[in-house]
T-cell receptor, first 114, second 116 residues
Framework: DAGVIQSPRHEVTEMGQEVTLRCKPI?????LFWYRQTMMRGLELLIY????????DSGMPEDRFSAKMPNASFSTLKIQPSEPRDSAVYFC????????????FGPGTRLLVL | AQSVAQPEDQVNVAEGNPLTVKCTYS??????LFWYVQYPNRGLQFLLK??????LVKGSYGFEAEFNKSQTSFHLKKPSALVSDSALYFC??????????????FGAGTQVVVTP
């Protein structure tokens, strides 16, 4: 299995630009999660989906952030407009359904907003 | 509500010595507990988990963890540390009774430094 795939791995953009991060979960997984990691705030859950439906987006910092999952094999996290404080590593993770199931993480996208 | 505490920001250990990374948790029901490791510029890698049964859980790379319900702890251990074990370690908990049953609560992480 290829694991969770994220693209791009690195993104450098200027303040005000739109940024789109992409994720392909492990085939057959029902849950998809978007996390953000920073030195100051650690690992934060932004939003998660179950069977392509957003379940909890309470971690999304503000309206500039949006996430979609149009099908079981693809999700996007969009920031529009981007700001320097959005600079972080963004992780996607997926898991099967069930309390005992393990979340498997992608390699992350390192975002730098200038 | 569920929460996880990793009381040590950093643990320093000499190669060959035992390694312990501490984790305590708080949940309203029974917990599922996980340990992950993150190497520099990489994603989180799953090490082991406690679901039920034997309180001593064995995982990848020679790591193990002991679930202690009375102390609400799930400490990660390795009998003999390697320099390559130097990384950031995360403990995570999921409360079986929560409605938001997809969510994992992660600790702040503990940086492990193993010196030759």
């Amino acid at each position: 299995d290829a694991g969770v795939i994220q693209s791009p791995r690195h993104e450098v953009t200027e303040m005000g630009q739109e940024v789109t991060l992409r994720c392909k979960p492990i085939s057959g997984h029902d849950y998809l999660f978007w996390y953000r990691q920073t030195m100051m705030r650690g690992l934060e859950l932004l939003i998660y989906f179950n069977n392509n439906v957003p379940i909890d987006d309470s971690g999304m910092p503000e309206d500039r952030f949006s996430a979609k999952m149009p099908n079981a094999s693809f999700s996007t996290l969009k920031i529009q407009p981007s700001e320097p404080r959005d600079s972080a590593v963004y992780f996607c993770a997926s898991s099967s359904q069930g309390f005992q199931e393990t979340q498997y993480f992608g390699p992350g996208t390192r975002l730098l907003v200038l | 509500a569920q929460s996880v505490a990793q009381p040590e920001d950093q643990v320093n250990v000499a190669e060959g010595n035992p390694l312990t990374v501490k984790c305590t948790y708080s949940v309203s029901g029974n917990p599922y507990l996980f340990w992950y490791v993150q190497y520099p510029n990489r994603g989180l890698q799953f090490l082991l988990k406690y679901i039920t049964g034997d309180n001593l859980v064995k995982g990848s790379y020679g790591f193990e963890a002991e679930f202690n319900k009375s102390q609400t702890s799930f400490h990660l251990k390795k009998p003999s540390a390697l320099v390559s074990d130097s990384a950031l370690y995360f403990c995570a908990v999921r409360d079986r009774s929560t409605d938001s049953w997809g969510k994992l609560q992660f600790g702040a992480g503990t940086q492990v430094v193993v010196t030759p």
